[in-house]
């Protein structure tokens, strides 16, 4: 998969969509230098574009374990799109995965209050874009139950059972986190939260 990575990288027709994967496919891999490297490409590409925030938040969170950094770069590209002439639209358009980023790194810091907002937040704009994630609602999920908002929970488990044949379920992740097996930190930490 990451051979052919980076071998579509070499082409620059493909630059702006193929080099983000690829960055945020060698901090998967521990390869934060070349995450780092890329980085830097991705911010020449689109100096207003998230992919380059959110690769150097996820080095700070994977390599440096520096939670507060990560978020201080999530907030920075948010007032970038918060200041853009079509915010409105931007904004829940690519806003989403930085606010899921900043969750993620309050989560590592255990403040469950925070990250429950930022998760909120990217929860509303997916579901005001319309491409909302089994991710995002899951971590949504935990964070309500976290943080004692058995009322969303209790209504997201009445909208899957609602949906019928057509409801996906919640993940493992939920049974674990709900059964004391796995902690928020041990589910995030996975990567399985990082891209969507």
């Known amino acids: 998969y990451i051979e052919f990575l980076e071998k579509a990288a070499e082409f620059d027709s493909l630059d702006t969509l193929v080099t983000p994967l690829l960055a945020t496919t060698y901090v998967g ?4 230098d070349n995450a780092e ?12 574009g998230v ?7 996820m080095v700070s969170r994977y390599r440096d374990a520096d939670y507060n950094k990560a978020i201080s770069i999530c907030d920075d590209s948010l007032e970038i799109l918060k200041n853009l002439d079509n ?16 969750g993620i790194n309050y989560v590592m810091l255990e403040d469950y209050e ?25 971590l949504y999920a935990m964070l309500a139950l976290k943080t004692g908002d058995k009322t969303t929970f209790e209504a997201l488990e009445t909208e899957i059972k609602e949906s019928g044949e057509y409801g996906v379920p ?7 986190f709900r059964a004391g097996k796995k902690t928020l930190k041990e589910i ?9």
């Open 114 to 138: 925070k990250a429950y907002e930022s998760v909120t937040q990217c929860y509303a704009y997916q579901s005001e874009t319309g491409s909302l994630g089994i991710q995002v609602r899951d």
């Open 29 to 32: 891999i521990g390869e934060y």
């Open 51 to 57: 992919d380059y925030y959110l690769v150097k938040t």
């Open 87 to 102: 915010s409105s639209v931007v904004l829940p358009a690519y806003g989403y995965i930085l606010e899921l980023q900043k």
């Open 188 to 196: 995030v930490m996975d990567g399985g939260y990082d891209l969507l």
């Open 170 to 176: 919640f993940t493992e992740d939920v049974a674990q």
């Open 37 to 48: 490297k890329l980085a830097d490409k991705i911010r020449d590409l689109n100096t207003e």
